[in-house]
């Protein structure tokens, strides 16, 4: 077996969430801080969109927000440097990218092996990318889903956490899929959180491994 190249560290997790969207799946990692169920704190939320409903979501519970404007900023490597300096400055342990519009530089993943988590509305490595839905039914697949998977410069194609497959159907939408899917992703993504700040998710080679409770 390959050597063990990570394992999470098992502590109160401090979390930013990367976001441009209505944040349906910040909202569950949220509720999952809430009730206990994921060990940590929300430290920041950051978007690229000054209106997402997902940041001014996040604002109204008191949440600490930042919006970064690409406008301001030369390149992608200034934004994503000034993204690093908000959550470093928070001393933030993981970042969970919930809709986050962006591509993320090469700078940005090395800063943060193993420390940037993403959720797909497919099941990787089948259709990375966008519309991903409507790419399923066209292909004529009888099985999608969604996959948490770490954050590698390759876009949608680091080592995968946890995936969850649901039916298509042959009368499915990329509207009724999608929302299939989302169920799903409301619970495998605060699942991985989790499990991260339970210290077990170790990474071997690509794969990941899920470790028993106290391993
Ligand atoms: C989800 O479908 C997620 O898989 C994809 O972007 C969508 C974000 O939805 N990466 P939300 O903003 O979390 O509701």
């Not at 430290?43 to 301001?72: H, Q």
Request: aromatic content about 8%.
């Amino acid at each position: 077996m390959d050597e063990v190249v990570f394992r999470s560290p098992r502590r109160k997790g401090r979390i930013a969430v990367f976001l441009s969207g209505r944040g349906s799946n910040f909202t569950a990692i949220r509720e999952a801080v809430e009730r206990g169920a994921i060990d940590g704190e929300i430290a920041l939320v950051l978007s690229n969109k000054a209106d997402a409903p997902g940041l001014l979501k996040a604002r109204e519970w008191g949440l600490e927000t930042v919006f970064l404007d690409p406008k301001l900023f030369a390149s992608r490597e200034d934004y994503d440097r000034a993204g690093v300096g908000e959550v470093e400055k928070r001393r933030v342990d993981l970042i969970v990218l919930a809709g986050y519009m962006r591509v993320l530089t090469p700078g940005l993943c090395d800063a943060f092996k193993y420390r940037i988590v993403n959720i797909h509305p497919a099941l990787l490595p089948s259709f990375p990318g966008l519309h991903v839905q409507q790419k399923a039914i066209d292909w004529g697949v009888r099985f999608s889903g969604c996959t948490v998977h770490f954050v590698a410069a390759e876009v949608d194609m680091g080592p995968i956490i946890l995936q969850a497959a649901v039916p298509v159907r042959p009368d499915d939408t990329e509207d009724t899929l999608a929302a299939r899917i989302l169920v799903e992703e409301h619970k495998i993504y605060p699942e991985a959180v989790r499990l991260y700040f339970e210290g077990r998710i170790e990474v071997r080679g690509r794969r990941v491994f899920i470790l028993e409770p106290g391993a």
